[in-house]
């Protein structure tokens, strides 16, 4: 859906891509393959502040304030060795999410957000309060919010 919707439109080279393996069953497997992937694109097996992993990326926010899956009161919050992570709970399926420390290595990333229904937590991220997954990204850049004005309250 992304390749489709964004970045067909762009010259990106298909070396930049890294899309999450999706046939594999084993989701747990999954992580680890993809872990290994991101870090040969790295070309490192640690991330440094002093480089990025990603130049741009996007993210969307949650109605309970959390963004890639990572939800409030999961124990991957906590995961700063593993570049990816399969997280079981909280929805009916599971996913390969990124964890912080991947997140965090980008130079600018944005929050698209959109509906009345975001309102409330929009406004409780930008301001840090509460205990919600989204405002604890420390990124190497820029953050950026874009709103749709039902979500900015306008």
């Known amino acids: 859906m992304a390749r489709e919707a964004m970045l067909a439109a762009a010259p990106t080279p298909a070396g930049n891509i890294h899309p999450v393996p999706t046939l594999e069953l084993d989701h747990d497997a999954v992580a680890v393959a993809y872990h290994a ?3 040969h694109a ?7 502040r002093a480089r990025p992993l990603s130049h741009i990326g996007s993210l969307g926010l949650g109605c309970g304030g959390h963004t890639p ?23 009916p399926e599971t996913r390969i999410i990124l964890t912080y420390p991947v997140i ?7 929050f698209l957000v959109s509906g009345a229904g975001k309102r409330d937590i929009l406004r ?26 039902d979500a900015a309250g306008e």
């Open 124 to 149: 409780q991220v930008l301001s840090s309060r509460g205990s919600v997954p989204a405002p604890r990204l420390q990124l190497l850049g820029e953050l950026v919010f874009i709103a749709d004005r």
């Open 69 to 91: 899956s990572l939800l409030p009161g999961e124990p991957v919050l906590e995961e700063r060795s593993r570049w990816a992570a399969a997280v079981a709970h909280g929805r």
């Open 42 to 48: 790295y070309a490192a097996a640690s991330l440094t």
């Open 37 to 39: 992937e991101l870090q």
């Open 104 to 110: 965090d290595a980008s130079n600018r990333v944005a």
